[in-house]
T-cell receptor, first 115, second 113 residues
Framework: AQSVAQPEDQVNVAEGNPLTVKCTYS??????LFWYVQYPNRGLQFLLK??????LVKGSYGFEAEFNKSQTSFHLKKPSALVSDSALYFC?????????????FGSGTKLNVKP | KAGVTQTPRYLIKTRGQQVTLSCSPI?????VSWYQQTPGQGLQFLFE???????NKGNFPGRFSGRQFSNSRSEMNVSTLELGDSALYLC????????????FGPGTRLTVL
């Protein structure tokens, strides 16, 4: 069965510090991996994706994520957090060749960046 | 390009009623997916339509149904509403290839009283 796990419901960091939001996945076949961000009362916004190639993917707003096949992880990172990064973050996976275009989302991680 | 639009943005219904939600995709996007978002359950996949055909389906009861029109606009219908159907319903669209990211609409907030 395909699944995505975000082990932390909430992550707290101070502004200017690096941040990491964790994501692990379980899929049959090769994964396509995505990160989305949701601000209050808004839909989800795309941040970045891993399809193939370089394991380090750079995305919007200074975010990046590292694909680790052996650990089946796709953690979201940013070198220096901003208060405006405070939001709900979702990791998602598609299993290539299985259930075409069916996204599996993690439960979400609330990021709190304090001044 | 205009983004994904969803109507209405807010809806209040009572138990037993039915409701229809609408989603207009970004021009050129042929795939439309629907999700239910609740605080306790996160984002749950309902179904996906591509070229007017349901291509994927989540684990929701038959009270939840959808359709897609030739212009790719999609509607979602929930019949015999229950209190537990109160949620944010999100529509997401993409071109249809599996390596494409989905673009989300702002959602429809449904409250069932």
């Amino acid at each position: 069965a395909q699944s995505v796990a975000q082990p932390e419901d909430q992550v707290n960091v101070a502004e200017g510090n690096p941040l990491t939001v964790k994501c692990t996945y379980s899929v049959s076949g090769n994964p396509y991996l995505f990160w989305y961000v949701q601000y209050p009362n808004r839909g989800l916004q795309f941040l970045l994706k891993y399809i193939t190639g370089d394991n380090l993917v750079k995305g919007s707003y200074g975010f990046e994520a590292e694909f680790n096949k052996s650990q089946t992880s796709f953690h979201l990172k940013k070198p220096s957090a901003l208060v405006s990064d405070s939001a709900l973050y979702f990791c998602a996976v598609i299993s290539v060749g299985y259930n075409f275009n069916k996204f599996y989302f993690g439960s979400g991680t609330k990021l709190n960046v304090k001044p | 390009k205009a983004g994904v639009t969803q109507t209405p943005r807010y809806l209040i219904k009572t138990r037993g009623q039915q409701v229809t939600l609408s989603c207009s995709p970004i021009s050129g996007h042929r795939s439309v997916s629907w999700y239910q978002q609740t605080p306790g359950q996160g984002l749950q996949f309902l179904f996906e339509y591509f070229s007017e055909t349901q291509r994927n389906k989540g684990n929701f009861p038959g009270r939840f149904s959808g359709r897609q029109f030739s212009n790719s606009r999609s509607e979602m219908n929930v019949s015999t509403l229950e209190l537990g159907d109160s949620a944010l319903y999100l529509c997401a669209t993409c071109q249809g290839m599996s390596n494409n990211e989905q673009f989300f609409g702002p959602g429809t907030r449904l409250t069932v009283l």
